[in-house]
């Protein structure tokens, strides 16, 4: 057998990521053959994803990725099984260069992300790589693009923690990238479900017309009125979760609206992840 030295092993632990004793063992396995040890270590990370693939990968982290003219932005979720793992900076330079592939090659979903290439093999190829060398179950679980019409912009943001991201589309006049910063940390507050009320679901205004007239009944209003105090619910829900509708985060005395009109700027639309949601 050939002699393997410290210095095979520390080369193939820098290559790989892998820990010392696991190196040593492959090379061992692989008769000082490098490339070959490479493979029989990739062999043992295919052998963790798929021990692993029954596990819970609900911790990870949100990543983001924009243009430098801010005409596209990219928005990722990574998962791990700990948060131990999820602040790992591997893990978390991985995540960032997911995004970055997805801003680059725009994939049309998550089996074209996969098939990616990144390093020489795929990204689906990679991640397996990434379990192995963790010991954890790791996952791209979903990405979003927003690309900018005409003289609009996207605005990033990822909160502190990288548990929450948002891109948001902005268009008009004035600093864009503040103005739309202050909407993304608004979404990210305050998770509103649409950026407008006629973007939200028919159904889920029959919903809540529903549940509003529903409530008026058993309250005992007269049948006549149900509609009207079901209508002024609806309208609160509106204020409640619609985006423009929302009072302000920083000054709760103007809506959102209100202050993008200040500003002369408007929100096209917004992705927003929350860590497992």
């Known amino acids: 057998m050939s002699q393997i030295s410290a210095q095979d092993v520390k080369r193939l632990r820098e ?11 492959a090379l061992e396995e692989a008769g000082g053959d490098f490339d070959a ?9 295919q052998k963790v994803a798929a021990k692993r693939a029954d596990r819970e990968a609900t911790e990870g982290v949100v990543a983001t990725a924009t ?33 970055d592939l997805v ?13 990616l290439p990144l390093d020489g093999r795929t990204v689906g190829d990679a991640v397996t790589d990434m379990t192995g060398k963790i010991g954890e179950k790791i996952d791209v679980r979903r990405f979003a693009i927003i690309e900018a019409d005409g003289d609009g912009e996207v605005v990033d943001y990822v909160h502190p923690g990288a548990k929450l991201g948002v891109l948001v589309e ?3 006049s004035g600093d864009l990238q503040a103005v739309g910063r202050d909407v993304a940390m608004q979404a990210a507050a305050m998770n509103p479900v649409a950026a407008t009320r006629d973007e939200v679901p028919e159904e889920v205004k029959a919903k809540e017309l529903e549940i509003g007239r529903e409530a008026a009944r058993n ?19 509106f204020k409640d979760n619609v985006l423009v509708e929302q009072p302000f985060v920083k000054d709760a005395s103007v809506s959102v609206k209100q202050m ?4 002369g700027a408007e929100v096209r639309r917004f992705v927003r992840f929350a860590l497992g949601d």
């Open 15 to 25: 290559t790989t990521g892998v820990g010392m004793m696991d190196c040593k063992r």
């Open 37 to 45: 040890a490479i493979e029989i270590l990739r062999k043992k990370g």
């Open 67 to 99: 243009t430098p003219d801010r005409k596209a932005g990219a928005l990722v979720e990574v998962n791990s099984e700990t948060d131990f793992v999820a602040r790992n900076e591997e893990f978390t330079t991985f995540a960032q260069r997911i995004a």
């Open 103 to 115: 801003l680059a090659e725009r994939p049309a979903d998550m089996d074209a992300l996969r098939a």
């Open 170 to 172: 902005m268009a008009g």
């Open 219 to 237: 309250e005992g209003k007269p049948e006549q009125i149900l509609d009207k105090i079901a209508q002024g619910k609806l309208e609160r829900y």
């Open 260 to 263: 993008l009109e200040q500003a």
